[in-house]
């Protein structure tokens, strides 16, 4: 086999410590076989021996140079670069990566020195590529880059606004016991990352929770992830919260579609009228806690996963365990950090700043000067049972703002609903003249003050209505048609 000698052709190797009286044998073939790579690389590079010397430059590093490959080649780096810096590299055996240097030609560039080392720790071979032969176009790239980070910072928070949640421990109005102890309770798990269960009428607030608790952890940053349980229809639901990959159904979108658990990853997943849960997507919910992953419809493969799940209902999960409705092992998975969101009637002491705060919400949405509201009015709300919770007493104020034709709330803006109703006596005695209703009368009326209620916030829905007061539509109609609704 033809081997080629190499023997000390630099000058001052004496300080490097460099054994100038060894040769290196570098086989012949090896060197074509690599040479002929070097030009195939649209890169500037080079490769020298232990003395600086080079055994292989590719042609677009000689262009730069000014150079041949045939001059180049045999001679020392400083012979064709007298700035080089590559003995420094050798004997220090340090590489210097992404150096600014200037050629003897006055070209700049950005480069890499990198010395190979053999067994021994010895530097025995030296490797150099120019990044950037144009600090313009390098200035270019990083101006580009820059704008690019810019724009992703944009989206990202454009992103936010879009899959974030909106609300803080500011937005949930109150200073009653009630409302400071669920506070409380939540800021407690806003500093953990199980899983928490947030229980409570409709209408108190339980998503504000959601989001507060959220925006207060360390995932504040991710996404929020809202999914209502009780909206989507049983069979999209899987599909909705699992995803899919292509062709795993007809009528399946092309390239498939990313469920709501793999877009909450590394941020948190609110699973809102959780006891509407069909039983089979329990089974697959509890896994997705257990496992930290999931399964696209369709897909054999598994995908890991980071969320943080929060979940509320309006139902009695204990009882809906009971009646076999909902799986026993994942309402203690949820129930891990418990918040029960007190209903309205339980903080009579928050209506009034409730009041004021929505009045100032409602007015600014509308358009409207509306400031204030008068005490008969505010006496009548604080005398009323809300069912609704602050829901119902969001849709009464919007009403009365609407219909108001000046800057103050006044009784006459109420909903009938709200000024039929029997006021609590001041005290339990009895007076000679007070008569006992009449009984059926008094169901009647009852009755139906509870369906006008009822069409009331369902703004005329008879269909919810009737689902809300749990009779049938038909029943509904003649209850309507008995009572001249």
């Known amino acids: 086999m033809n081997k080629w000698s190499v023997s000390k052709v630099f000058e001052g190797t004496e300080s490097a410590g ?22 195939r690389i649209p890169v500037s590079i080079i490769l020298i021996d232990a003395y600086s010397k080079i055994l292989m430059i590719s042609q677009s590093f000689a262009d730069f140079l000014g150079v041949t ?87 990202k928070k454009v992103l936010k606004k879009i899959q974030g949640a909106h609300y803080s421990w500011e937005s949930i109005i109150g200073e009653s016991e009630a409302i400071k102890e669920a506070k409380h309770f939540g800021t407690k798990a806003s500093e953990t990352e199980s899983t928490v269960l947030i229980t409570g009428e409709s209408g108190t607030g339980k998503e504000l929770f959601a989001h507060a608790i959220h925006n207060d952890s360390k995932r504040q940053d991710g996404p929020f992830i809202k999914v209502n349980c009780g909206a989507i229809p049983y069979e999209l639901l899987e599909s909705e919260l699992f995803g899919y990959v292509e062709g795993a159904f007809t009528g399946s979108r092309k390239g498939g579609q990313i469920g709501k658990f793999e877009l909450a990853h590394k941020g948190s997943i609110f699973l809102d009228e959780i006891g509407d849960l069909p039983m089979n997507m329990q089974v697959k919910l509890l896994r997705v806690i257990q496992e930290k992953e999931i399964q696209k419809l369709g897909d054999s493969r598994t995908v890991k996963i980071d969320i943080r799940i929060i979940a509320a209902t309006n139902k009695n999960l204990k009882e809906q365990v009971k009646k076999n409705l909902f799986r026993e092992d994942l309402y203690y998975r949820l129930n891990v950090m418990s918040i029960e969101v007190p209903s309205l009637k339980h903080r009579i002491a928050d209506i009034e700043e409730l009041s004021q ?23 009548i709300l604080k005398n009323h ?24 709330i006044q009784v006459k803006h109420f909903p009938i609903y709200l000024l039929e109703e029997e006021r609590p006596a ?42 809300e007061l749990g009779i049938s539509r038909s029943s509904l109609y003649d209850k309507i048609k008995e009572f001249g609704l």
């Open 18 to 39: 460099i054994n100038q009286n060894k040769d290196i044998q570098v086989d012949e073939n090896v060197i074509n076989v690599l040479d002929s790579i070097f030009d």
């Open 69 to 155: 490959k045939e001059k180049a080649t045999g001679k020392t780096v400083g012979e064709i670069n007298r700035n080089t810096r590559f003995p420094y590299v050798m004997e220090r055996k340090k590489s210097e990566i992404a150096w600014k240097h200037t050629f003897q030609n006055g070209e700049t560039a950005i480069v890499h020195r990198i010395p190979i080392l053999n067994r021994k720790g010895e530097s025995e071979y030296g490797f150099g590529m120019v990044l950037f032969d144009n600090i313009e176009e390098l200035k270019q790239i990083i101006e580009k880059n820059e704008l690019l980070t810019t724009e992703l910072k944009h989206y």
């Open 357 to 379: 705060y929505l009045i100032k919400k409602i007015s600014r949405h509308l358009g409207k000067y509306v400031t204030g509201i008068s005490k008969e009015a505010m006496d």
């Open 385 to 408: 049972n809300w069912p609704g919770n602050v829901r119902e007493l969001e849709n009464v104020l919007e009403r009365a703002i609407n219909i108001c034709d000046g800057e103050t």
């Open 426 to 467: 001041e005290n339990n005695v009895r007076t000679d003249n007070r008569k006992i209703p009449d009984l059926k009368k008094s169901v009647e009326n009852m009755e139906k003050n509870i369906i006008k209620e009822a069409l009331y916030l369902t703004m005329g829905n008879k269909v919810r209505a009737a689902q």
